[in-house]
């Protein structure tokens, strides 16, 4: 019995060598000889019982047939191409019933997520229909898939919720500095983590004040803040009612010696019987002492001073302050009404509307549509100056040959072009001849287009921090 044992090829058949074969079966010596029959390095040997080109190969009987069998897996040659070092093979995922297909170098390019570790994905694999089955929401991992594809490119489909597709990115293994890079990317502002005191007892007073989600008692202390922040709101408005205002400050007749014939001196001072003045006093002495505490509680006292919430806290009880304290110092009731400086220090207690903000998610979701939407609402702005600077100047010259015209210089008419191009229109200035009403109707048309084209992605802007807060998904 004569074999050959063939080099170490893989376990296959030699298909094309049928014919060579058949021969090696008639006379296997004479085959091996002619060494054109084989082009996989086999060499003539002489005509011995027992010829062996390779140890450990797949052997030719003459008996037996052919068949190839390998002991090891295959290794190709340099320069060789083959799928098991590549990881070209493909691989089909089915997500609820849609398949997708790849290749398997492209899900290892991330190896700590669901899809890249192979000890992960084992567990979704259907060895009936030889796929990895995810019974997940399907548009989201067309965009999750091409991530892999594209090398990092990750963007929410428009049909696709964002808080649902944030549910996707987690349960394929994006990690959270991932995630919050993409959320960057989509305009989202991440807070920090925020820092709390290394004492304990600080620490407590500080939650309580700070933080009023973060116990029962910090959200009973946000609820009588609020109620303060309500009173002084009514108090400062009520007080203009013509029918309840009172004068903070009391005029009298002031005397050290009764019988003196010297004439009496007018004297003022505060009006401390005022119900206004006294509400007033209650709720500023309730500001300060909740600012007073908070700033000596916070963790960091430079980032406390750098807080615009702080400074707005400051500004709504410095009107308060600058009256009583120029009482104590000078020893007179300085009115608002004589006092143009005080006046303009009322004002600033309307601020004190801001302050609800740290106790409202819907005035904090506002307030992170405007940080969001600066460039859109930059651009408006700019739009609008240019329509008034064009229109102001086209409605001057228009108007300027008719009589009884409204509109005297250029600046004067920026007022009508703001009224205008707003589609407020107050009917104080109005356009009398042809031209000018010509300008009118451009400058209300192009006023119209100025609003409208932010207007679109301010509101995209809120929509999505809306739903981000008040949905599924929160924004941090």
Excluded at 381 to 391: A, K, S, T
Aim: charged share 20%; with cysteine.
């Amino acid at each position: 019995m004569q074999f050959v044992n063939t080099p170490t090829t893989g376990r296959r058949l030699l298909v094309p060598l049928a014919s060579d074969v058949a021969r090696l079966r008639r006379s296997p010596v004479e085959l091996i000889l002619r060494s054109s029959s084989f082009s996989r390095g086999f060499d003539a040997v002489p005509n011995e019982e027992d010829v062996n080109i390779e140890d450990k190969g797949t052997c030719v009987s003459e008996d037996e047939g052919v068949e190839l069998f390998t002991e090891l897996s295959s290794r190709p040659s340099q320069g060789e191409h083959t799928c098991a070092t590549e990881g070209c093979q493909r691989v089909i995922i089915n997500v609820s019933g849609l398949q997708f297909e790849t290749q398997l170098k492209t899900l290892n390019r991330l190896p700590n997520t669901l899809l890249g570790n192979p000890f992960l994905r084992e567990r979704y694999w259907d060895y009936k229909r030889k796929e990895y089955f995810f019974d997940r929401h399907r548009p989201s991992f067309q965009a999750i898939l091409y991530f892999y594809q594209s090398g990092g490119r990750l963007k929410c489909p428009l049909e696709v919720p964002f808080d649902v597709f944030l549910e996707e990115l987690r349960f394929f293994g994006f990690d959270q500095k991932m995630i919050d890079e993409y959320k960057v990317s989509e305009g989202y502002i991440l807070e920090k983590e925020p820092l709390l005191p290394e004492n304990k007892i600080l620490k407590v007073i500080w939650q309580l004040f700070e933080h009023p989600c973060s116990s029962i008692g910090a959200k009973l202390l946000a609820i009588v803040s609020v109620l303060f922040i309500a009173l002084s709101i009514c108090v400062f408005c009520i007080e203009t009612v013509p029918g309840y205002s009172s004068d903070p400050c009391v005029y009298y007749n002031h005397t050290k010696n009764i019988s003196s014939t010297h004439p009496r001196k007018q004297a003022v001072t505060i009006n401390y019987g005022d119900h206004f003045f006294i509400l007033e006093s209650v709720c500023v002495t309730w500001f300060i002492f909740e600012l007073v505490v908070r700033f000596i509680s916070c963790p960091s006292k430079l980032s406390f001073i750098k807080s615009p919430l702080n400074w707005i806290d400051g500004a709504s009880i410095m009107p308060h302050l600058v009256f009583v304290g120029a009482f104590c110092l000078s020893g007179a009731c300085i009115d608002s009404k004589a006092s143009n400086v005080l006046s303009v220090l009322r004002i600033l207690r309307v601020t004190r509307v801001l302050k609800l903000g740290k106790h409202s998610q819907g005035l904090q979701i506002l307030g992170l549509t405007i940080v969001k939407s600066v460039r859109e609402l930059g651009t408006f702005f700019l739009f609008l100056i240019f329509g008034v600077v064009v229109f102001s100047t086209a409605m001057f010259h228009s108007e300027r040959l008719v009589d009884n015209s409204h509109f005297g210089s250029i600046p004067e008419t920026f007022w009508w072009s703001i009224v205008s191009m707003t589609t407020v229109g107050y009917g104080d200035m109005f356009p009398q001849g042809i031209a000018g009403k010509v300008v009118g109707a451009f400058t209300v048309v192009g006023g119209i287009l100025t609003v409208a084209l932010p207007v679109p992605i301010v509101v995209t802007n809120f929509n999505t921090l809306y739903s981000a807060c008040i949905g599924r998904a929160p924004i941090y």
